[in-house]
Structure formats: structure tokens, C-alpha cells
């Protein structure tokens, strides 16, 4: 709701469990990394935080690798195209490419 309202700290606040749960060691297994991750990186943006691109490269990283394993060119294409915030972040990637 933060990143919706527009609000860095209060999104930074909400998610700081997260980011002290990763520095711990933990993992984001067993949940939708992906999209938690894509969340990260748009509150750390939001709020120019020095570790948002980190977040997205974490996140993009993460997707081709998933991609990678998937047995067809169409299976591919459509796992990163077809599912929104797969899709996100494979532009936002490209944005900061370029």
C-alpha cells in the first residue's frame, strides 16, 4: 500500500523484515520470490535507495535462470512475457540497460 500511496519510508519501513531476513541468510524459498523481489526493488527505487538496482538485478538473475530451465523457446517466451510482473521486470532490466 505504501508503494501505491507513494510513500518511500513507509515502504521502506514495511519491508525492512524482508531485507533483515536476507541479510540473516534466509532465503525467499517457498514463496513468490519473484514478485517479492520486483516489490523490493519499486520501494528501494521509490525511495532512491542506493540498493534498488541491486534488487532488480536480483530479480532479473533470478527469472533467466528460471527461464533458462524451461524445455521450450514458446515456454520460455511465454513465462517471461505473459506473466505481468515477469514482465516488468524484464523492461525495467531493459530501461536500465539502456
Do not use: C, Y
Not at 534466509?26 to 542506493?50: S, Y
Not at 538485478?57 to 511465454?78: K, M, S
Request: charged share 20%.
Amino acid at each position: 500500500m505504501a508503494l501505491a500511496e507513494g510513500s518511500g519510508a513507509a515502504g521502506l519501513q514495511a519491508m525492512q523484515p524482508i531485507l533483515d531476513h536476507i541479510e540473516g541468510g534466509g532465503t525467499l524459498e517457498g514463496t513468490e520470490a519473484r514478485m517479492i523481489e520486483w516489490t523490493m526493488h519499486r520501494v528501494l527505487a521509490q525511495a532512491d535507495h542506493p540498493r534498488a538496482g541491486e534488487w532488480l538485478a536480483r530479480a532479473h538473475d533470478a527469472l533467466q535462470a528460471q527461464a533458462e530451465r524451461l524445455a521450450t523457446p514458446e515456454l520460455r517466451h511465454g513465462f517471461l512475457n505473459n506473466i505481468p510482473h515477469h514482465r516488468e521486470i524484464m523492461a525495467a532490466w531493459a530501461k536500465e540497460r539502456w
